[in-house]
């Protein structure tokens, strides 16, 4: 009889993780004994019982505000999301969506990966 104890998976945070680059991390952290906690504004179609996926619009602050603080303390975060708006050249502005990009893309990503690690104080 084995005495050893089951030690817990270590937990990746991704958000974009339904689909393109983050789908692939996640599938990857998956099959590597990671548990994954997957934000996305779409359903995910990977079926993984360490893979917990939650719906959310990274847009919205005060959607990532109660996401975040129910999130458990992870080992990782890795922002994957991204939001397309196409147009001409010159075009795209502010009011038309290049403003939410870059909140997507940049600032919501400091948030999200800052409140998501709290209390893990492990160093690399």
Known sequence: MSNKTQMPLPCAVITGSSSGIGRCITEHLL???WRVIGLDIA???IENP???TIQVNLSDESSITSVVNALP???AFIHAAGLLR???LGELN???G???IWET???RNVRTAKDSVRGNTSSP
């Open 31 to 33: 099959n590597n004994g």
């Open 86 to 88: 196409v147009g001409r």
């Open 50 to 52: 360490h893979l917990t």
């Open 105 to 107: 893309r940049h600032w």
């Open 98 to 100: 290049a403003g939410a």
């Open 43 to 45: 359903p995910s179609a």
């Open 94 to 96: 502010s009011d038309n």
């Open 73 to 75: 303390n992870a080992e």
